[in-house]
């Protein structure tokens, strides 16, 4: 299509405004759906539950699930209500073995009951890393940090507090994560401080990733003009808890929080500990719209997330059972589940892992975890998004197409479109893909470059028509002045 073509597409679109005033409906019971320009739209689904990982595939029960970890071909799963942390072979998803005990290794359902310490006790956290073939466990019942060769299972050692520790946050870890070069991050349900960090050899050394308090100016206003009793009597501001975090490979922290009044919900630090996360998207990283969009009085809070290899994060919300899927920018991909009874419904879900393009979830009132698949339109996104991440444009832009076809509502594909065409600088085309993603910033971006290239194309013919009216203007005032004068 040519330019001229794509223009008067875009100017019949251009009475549709994005998000506008619309009414929003409620529609917390749908379990595949997307935002649209006027509310809550149907899409095809991303992902779809393939296996429920539980007591019935299982030498015991589970009896909840905290976190879940992959790597080095395994799956590691935290039980904090039996203490112990439950491994399977990450292709079949069978069992292998279970660490319930600092140095040992059970095969069946048993609890060190010796009392000499060596007892894992409610590990809330797990993380298996690459670069040193490592398991790390957030003992959190014990205060401390258990590491294992991820190979013989055998203890490494044991971080208890850092006498260097500073601030008030207790040497509690919940969720946990390392780098590639061994430092440790960690988040305290609860805590206020940010981050924990602690160095390779296990020393404190930050609080990282502090999310400032959010404070609005009739507050601020009335606090600076208070007496100290007043103060005293005031509720004091805090700044947001993280509730989990994850880290990709090239070492930026992710981060999540619970906390519904804050007004960020996913965090991507920085090795300054500054959040940079992308937020390119037509909509907010919020999960469920609320407020003005959706007539919800519970926004969603944040209990896991997960990064990929190929740039794709996904992050499941406890207030409506959802999974929530992000491109590198922003984008969100698709969304799926809710809280239920029915196959793959969430009742508590606590954390979420990638295993190649599959996701895990767990839920940790039913003591179980899913493994979703992508679906033919979800595989495809996640290659579009992969392949855009990896800076290959023109096989991302396939993918998104492919996409599109399998999804009409699928508007992070009309953006993902026209972002290959905005590198083209085909911008008439491009303009018309942001328009049908509802993509305003992209628009405008686009929007600029093709009145450039118009500009530049007629500059001629502009700035003749400018002189010729201005000498026509110029000589009607002087035969008007003439006039007069006779």
């Keep these: 299509m040519t330019m001229n073509g794509r223009l008067w597409m875009i100017i019949a679109f251009w009475g549709v405004s994005a998000f506008g005033s619309a009414a929003w409906a409620d529609n917390t019971n749908r379990y595949d759906y997307a935002y649209g320009t006027y509310g809550i739209?149907?899409?095809?689904?991303?992902?779809?539950?393939?296996r429920t990982i539980d007591g019935t595939v299982l030498p015991f029960s589970l009896e909840s699930v905290d976190a879940i970890a992959h790597g080095g071909g395994r799956i590691y799963l935290a039980d904090s209500a039996a203490s112990r942390i439950v491994i399977l072979d990450?292709?079949?998803?069978?069992?292998i073995a279970a660490v319930n005990s600092v140095g040992a290794v059970n095969s069946v359902d048993a609890v060190n009951k010796s009392g000499d310490g060596s007892a894992l006790k409610n590990p809330e956290g797990v993380f298996f890393s690459e670069t040193t073939g490592t398991l790390y466990i957030a003992d959190t019942g014990a205060e401390r940090i258990v590491v294992l060769d991820a190979e013989t299972l055998l203890t490494k050692r044991v971080i208890t507090r850092p006498a260097n520790m500073a601030g008030i946050t207790n040497f509690k870890p919940?969720?946990?994560?390392v780098d590639t070069s061994g430092r440790i991050y960690f988040v305290v349900q609860g805590s206020y401080e940010g981050i924990v960090e602690l160095k390779p050899n296990g020393e404190f050394s930050r609080f990282y990733g502090v999310n400032k308090p959010e404070i609005n100016?009739?507050?601020?206003?009335w606090k600076s003009i208070a007496s100290k009793d007043q103060k005293s009597k005031m509720t004091k501001t805090f700044a947001p808890s993280f509730s989990n975090l994850d880290i990709d490979r090239e070492g930026f922290v992710y981060a999540v929080t619970a906390d519904t009044a804050s007004l960020k919900m996913i965090f991507r630090f920085n090795a300054k500990g500054e959040n940079v996360i992308r937020e390119e998207g037509y909509i907010d990283l919020?999960?469920?719209l609320t407020r003005a969009y959706v007539n919800r009085t519970v926004a969603s809070a944040f209990t896991g997330i997960a990064v990929a290899d190929f740039g794709v994060y996904a992050v499941v919300d406890r207030s409506y059972g959802r999974v929530f899927v992000y491109d590198f920018d922003g984008y969100m991909l698709t969304v799926f589940s809710k809280l239920g009874d029915m196959k793959g419904d969430l009742r508590d879900p606590s954390s979420i892992a990638w295993n190649g393009y599959d996701l895990l979830v767990g839920d940790k009132a039913l003591g179980r975890a899913y493994v979703y698949t992508p679906t033919a339109f979800g595989k495809a996104a996640l290659l579009a998004a992969e392949s855009y991440n990896a800076g290959d444009w023109e096989r991302a832009a396939a993918y998104f197409e492919k996409a599109i076809a399998l999804n009409a509502n699928f508007y992070a594909g009309y953006s993902g479109v026209g972002r290959n065409y905005l590198m083209r600088r085909d911008y008439g085309t491009a303009l018309y893909y942001f328009k049908m993603a509802n993509d305003t910033r992209m628009y405008s971006q686009s929007y600029n470059g093709f009145r450039g290239i118009w500009i530049q194309k007629y500059f001629v013919w502009v700035?003749?028509?400018a002189i010729i009216l201005t000498a026509g203007i110029i000589y009607s005032e002087v035969r008007y002045a003439r006039k007069n004068r006779l």
Excluded at 41 to 50: L, T
Excluded at 217 to 221: E, I, K, Q, S
């Design 286 to 288: 919020r999960g469920d």
């Design 90 to 95: 990450a292709l079949d998803y069978s069992y």
């Design 217 to 221: 100016l009739p507050d601020y206003f």
């Design 174 to 177: 919940s969720k946990i994560a």
């Design 41 to 50: 739209i149907n899409s095809v689904a991303g992902f779809e539950p393939a």
């Design 463 to 465: 700035i003749a028509a």
